[in-house]
C-alpha cells in the first residue's frame, strides 16, 4: 500500500476516461443490487418455506376448492401433527392497484403453523373475541397508516356477502411482525368463521381454498405427501400435496426462471463492464510504457510493477462497486417501488457481499493482462518510446 498516492496519480492522469469507466461499473452494479432485490422479492419465499410443512390443494388447479371435511382426515394420517387451512379473498382496498393477499384462516391453527409470524398476546386475543377481526401485517399497515381499531372496506373481487355485496368491511384488531426479516408482512387475515357464515349460500359454502399441513419428521415429507394424496384418491376432489417451498417456487416459475433470468442479464452487463475496464487498463498502460521503464530502471521489482498495475486496476472496480452498490442498498431500502407486488423487496446482505467480491474480480482479472505486459516489458524497450 505504500504505492497508493503513486496508483491513485496514475487515475486522475486521464479523469474524464477514468470518470466514464467509473460511472460504467457503477451502472453495472446499482443494477445488480436491483435484480438481486427483484430476485428476493419473487423467490425469497422459498428459502423461508418451512421444511416441516406441506401444502395440499385440487390436483387440477389451485382455483379448485377443497372440502372443509378433509382436515379431520388428513389429522389422521401418521406423520401429521396439525392441519389448518387458507382460501384466497382476493380484495382491493380503495383503488386496484392497491392489491395484496387477504386470506380467511382460523386464527388459533393458523398462529400455531406459522410461528415466523410475531403476534402479541393481547392482540391475538382480540382477534379470537372479535368475529369481524383482521389482523394485518407491518408493511401494509405503514403502506395504509392503517392502525389497531381502524374499520376497513376490502372490495372481493371473488365473494359475495348474503346480501349480495362484495363490501366487506373488518376491524384492524392486530398488526403482526416478521421473525426474520424475509417475511412477508403485507397480508391481511380475516376469521373463517366469519367468511363462511356471511358469504353468499351456495357459492363456496363449506369449502376451503388449500391445507397447510404440519408433519413431525421433514425427513418423510415425500411418505406423507403421498398418504395424503392417496386418502382422497378417486375422490370428487383429488388433491396434491407438495413441501411448501415446491408450492412457493411453482407461483414463481409463473414469472420464468428468475435466476436464470438475472444470471443471463447480470452476465451480458458484467462481460460489457468487463471489456471496458480491460481496455481502460490496457491503454493506460501502453501509454505509460516509457514511465514504466523508468521505474524499473531507477530499482523497481518487475514483482512491484505487476502489483501496481493490479493497485490500479482494483481501486478502479473496488471503488465502482462499492459505489453502485451503496446507491442500490439505498434505493432499495426505501421498499418496494410497486406498492405491493414485490413485498419482499430488499438487497439481501449476501448479494452484497457478493457484489463487493464481484468487484474485486472485476479489478484482478481486468488488470492481469496489462500487469503482465508491464511486469514483462524491458527496460531498454521502454525506455526506446520516451
Not at 378433509?70 to 389448518?84: D, E, K, N, W
Not at 392503517?146 to 365473494?159: A, L, M, N, R
Not at 398418504?227 to 388433491?239: K, L, Q
Request: charged fraction near 20%; glycine fraction near 10%.
Amino acid at each position: 500500500m505504500k504505492f497508493f498516492y503513486l496508483t491513485w496519480s496514475n487515475l486522475k492522469r486521464k479523469k474524464f476516461r477514468t470518470l466514464l469507466t467509473l460511472l460504467s461499473i457503477v451502472v453495472a452494479f446499482v443494477l445488480f443490487g436491483f435484480l438481486s432485490a427483484i430476485k428476493q422479492a419473487l423467490s425469497g419465499g422459498v428459502t423461508i418455506a418451512g421444511a416441516n410443512r406441506l401444502i395440499v390443494r385440487h390436483k387440477v388447479s389451485i382455483i379448485q376448492l377443497l372440502p372443509i371435511s378433509y382436515q379431520a382426515r388428513m389429522a389422521r394420517i401418521p406423520g401429521v401433527s396439525l392441519v389448518t387451512h387458507q382460501t384466497w379473498f382476493g380484495g382491493i382496498y380503495q383503488d386496484p392497484k392497491n392489491f395484496f393477499m387477504q386470506n380467511p384462516v382460523v386464527p388459533e391453527e393458523f398462529l400455531e403453523m406459522y410461528p415466523e409470524m410475531i403476534l402479541p398476546p393481547e392482540q391475538k386475543q382480540a382477534w379470537l373475541q372479535t368475529r369481524t377481526g383482521a389482523i394485518v401485517g407491518r408493511k401494509t399497515a405503514e403502506r395504509f397508516h392503517w392502525k389497531i381499531g381502524d374499520k376497513v372496506p376490502i372490495q372481493s373481487s371473488i365473494w359475495a356477502q348474503t346480501d349480495g355485496s362484495r363490501l366487506w368491511t373488518f376491524d384492524i384488531v392486530g398488526i403482526f411482525d416478521g421473525r426474520e426479516k424475509n417475511t412477508d408482512t403485507t397480508a391481511l387475515f380475516l376469521r373463517y368463521d366469519y367468511f363462511d357464515e356471511v358469504r353468499r349460500p351456495g357459492f363456496g359454502k363449506g369449502l376451503i381454498g388449500w391445507y397447510s399441513i404440519r408433519i413431525k419428521d421433514p425427513a418423510q415429507a415425500a411418505e406423507v405427501a403421498k398418504a395424503v394424496d392417496a386418502e382422497f384418491e378417486n375422490s370428487s376432489a383429488e388433491t396434491k400435496s407438495e413441501p411448501e417451498g415446491a408450492f412457493v417456487q411453482a407461483w414463481v416459475n409463473q414469472i420464468g426462471d428468475i435466476a436464470l433470468i438475472t444470471a443471463s442479464i447480470l452476465g451480458a452487463v458484467f462481460f460489457t463492464i468487463l471489456l471496458v475496464t480491460g481496455n481502460t487498463m490496457s491503454q493506460a498502460v501502453r501509454e505509460r510504457t516509457g514511465e514504466m521503464g523508468v521505474l524499473k530502471a531507477i530499482g523497481f521489482t518487475n514483482g512491484q510493477v505487476l502489483g501496481m498495475v493490479l493497485l490500479e486496476s482494483c481501486l478502479l472496480a473496488v471503488l465502482g462497486g462499492v459505489l453502485g452498490l451503496g446507491l442500490a442498498w439505498l434505493m432499495t431500502s426505501r421498499g418496494d417501488p410497486t406498492g405491493g407486488l414485490l413485498p419482499l423487496f430488499f438487497f439481501p446482505t449476501r448479494d452484497l457481499l457478493l457484489g463487493l467480491g464481484l468487484s474485486l474480480a472485476l479489478g484482478l482479472v481486468t488488470g492481469f493482462f496489462p500487469a503482465l505486459q508491464a511486469m514483462r516489458l524491458r527496460v531498454a524497450d521502454a525506455l526506446r518510446r520516451i
